[in-house]
């Protein structure tokens, strides 16, 4: 069988238990990130620079 990966709310206890029962077992954890730019130089915003 191949390995199935699942994504689970590590604050959700009932939804983990069950997991577990299943025969789940948490191998890593994870994280994501999200970045956010300032806003666009204004040579950019006017379409004048290509960015």
Known sequence: MP???LFT???NP???A???RLGYVR???FAGY???YGAP???CA???VKA
């Open 3 to 5: 390995p199935i990966l």
């Open 9 to 11: 709310d590590p604050d």
């Open 14 to 16: 009932t939804g983990n």
């Open 18 to 20: 069950l997991y577990q």
């Open 27 to 29: 191998i890593a954890g």
């Open 34 to 36: 999200e970045f956010s």
């Open 41 to 43: 130089h204004a040579e």
């Open 46 to 48: 006017a379409g004048r």
